[in-house]
DNA sequence: ACTAAATAGTGCGATATCGTATTAATATCA
DNA sequence: TGATATTAATACGATATCGCACTATTTAGT
């Protein structure tokens, strides 16, 4: 592979890596006690993807390590913001819902992030940002594709 | 702000987040030992930008705080991967030096990652990516931006 | 020159992230 | 049905990441 190709890739990786860095550095700032972005992120998903699912499925969702979401899913049990009980169609598996807490909570983080939102929406504009959107998940969509199929959460 | 253009922009950093991700783990299956993406960053860094630069200058660049840099550092000078020396122009600074050795292992790590790299271009229309990286970077300066300007390194 | 404020790097403790190995339950199949 | 492989979750240990606080040095202001 030639070099100009090569550093186009690690370019585009290294932005991504600074933006993830600096959105979620920004998001954190505004969360409180000890919760950070995962803990967020995952009871976002639950409210505006579906309740209900495994820890595994979490995993999966965020593309991390299924250890990862363990250790996630504790902090938010522990805080009452979810409730983790037995799946009634595997007795290995979980099933992770929420509270009214989590919910509550979800909320007010929402509105802590909203400054910071509105702000970035007046000076980052929409249009672009949707037309980011798709190749981004598509790029998303091909490097998940290109994981070891035997191996869906990077260390089962 | 209203629930649909916030959340595209919780949609974005998602789709973001999650491409760091999966792109790091890439990165790191096929590095050696304990080393990880962020020292190859580094590695790469001092060689596509410019050797000799202080710490903090490294941490702005990947916008890290600063400790997490020295950790980093520490990690690349223990393998003799860099030579930190003082700043002959400031006493509280360092420089960071490659090593041959340093420069080695930055070669072989890119051999190492070319595989991923050549199927992911052949997957990903180099075009398209070129297309983001525009975008991208200004989303990535307007966040920087916003950052408090006290606080350059976020915990100094 | 002297003092006060700012800056660069790091020690330290807390938490996050990850890989490996383990346990329990389920699925496969002879 | 019984043996084997697969799967979901977690315990555990190692390292990464981060914020806070501290030291040494430099810079600014008088």
Redesign the pocket.
Known sequence: MDSDRRSLYFRLFNEIGIIA?LSR?MM?ARLPD?L?T?HFSVLNHLIRVADGR???ELARAFQ?????M????A?LEARGFVA?KP?PE?????CVWLTEAGRRFRDSAIAALDPDMTTLSRLVDGEKVERLIGPLTEIRQILDAQRDPKKPS???
């Open positions: 860095q550095a954190d000890g950070i995962p495994t820890p595994l991390v390590p299924k250890t990862t363990t250790h996630t899913l902090g983790i799946n595997d007795g290995r598996s979980k990077r260390d089962a």
